[in-house]
């Protein structure tokens, strides 16, 4: 049975209460894409008889995993390589510089999904910062979904997710074959904390950060959520730290606080002067 408007309006209302993300009308096809797994898993013969039952009882698990489930996001290794590059010739050189005094480096991966992102930072500094494995190195990675990241913690990707943007040289130097998969090396899975954290909620004790990296994120969600995100950001930011977007996201219109860095580099943010 397809998804009517009353039952696609509740999903709606239910993901923008429990995640601020925001789906647009039209966007049916994507409820039913998204639950039609996890309506089959959890017993439900359809996406329908899923809502069912999600209206008749107040929140709770089942909600949570709906609310997980439309909120998973497309992840891959070093996406879209020009921000990894620009931390790696522009960002980390600066702030280590600056911190090689202290020697601690915090970086934060704000919805990392099944583990690409962070691990693809933690890669870029075991090979080409190596001194920085003997500082106070955190690399924080968090997410919506606790399946999601169970699944990171493993650090184990099929054939297709080691294609997509993972250069062959690391592949074989930080991945072992085990059947039809690829298992990341522990000497850099240790080098990741994963934390389950919906950033429209409160978020957990955390140190200030150098790096964030909150991609593709703000693009989902309404204006006053976007404020109300940034707001807690520069909060948590250092005054000379970074933030990373997507490329289709800014701080413009939302939050004055931030400028671009470099000067008119599209994505990536820190705080004015």
């Known amino acids: 049975m397809a998804i009517a408007s009353l039952e696609f309006d509740y999903i709606r209302g239910l ?53 997980e489930a439309m909120a998973t996001s497309e992840t891959m290794f070093f996406r879209d390589v020009r921000p990894f590059e620009v931390l790696r010739t522009i960002v980390l050189p600066e702030l280590l510089k600056k911190r090689e005094r202290e020697r601690i480096l915090n970086v934060w991966c704000s919805a990392c999904s099944s583990g690409q992102e962070p691990y693809s930072v933690a890669m870029l500094v075991r090979e080409h910062f190596p001194a920085v494995l003997g500082w106070k190195l955190r690399i924080i990675a968090s997410d919506i979904s606790s399946e999601v990241l169970a699944r990171a913690r493993q650090g184990s990707y099929s054939q297709l997710e080691v294609n997509r943007g993972l250069p062959a040289p690391l592949l074989l130097k930080y991945f072992a074959k ?22 429209v909620e409160s978020w957990p004790a955390m140190p200030a950060m150098d790096v964030i990296f909150m991609r593709n994120v703000l693009i989902y969600v309404g204006v006053d959520m976007k404020k109300a995100v940034l707001t807690k950001v520069r909060r948590l930011l250092k005054p000379d730290g970074v933030l990373l977007l997507g490329g289709s996201e800014s701080t413009i219109y939302l939050d004055e606080s931030f400028e671009p860095f470099p000067a008119g580099r599209p994505a990536l943010f820190r705080l004015r002067a």
């Open 15 to 67: 993901v923008l209460a429990r995640s601020a993300l925001v789906l647009e009308p039209g966007k049916e096809y994507l409820v039913e894409s998204r639950l039609e797994p996890l309506a089959l898993q959890e017993g439900f013969p359809s996406v329908w008889h899923l809502i069912e039952r999600l209206r008749a009882s107040s929140f709770g698990p089942l909600h949570r995993k709906v609310v």
């Open 178 to 199: 085990k059947d039809d998969r690829w298992q990341l090396k522990e000497e850099v899975r240790r080098m990741v904390e994963f934390l389950e954290i919906n950033l």
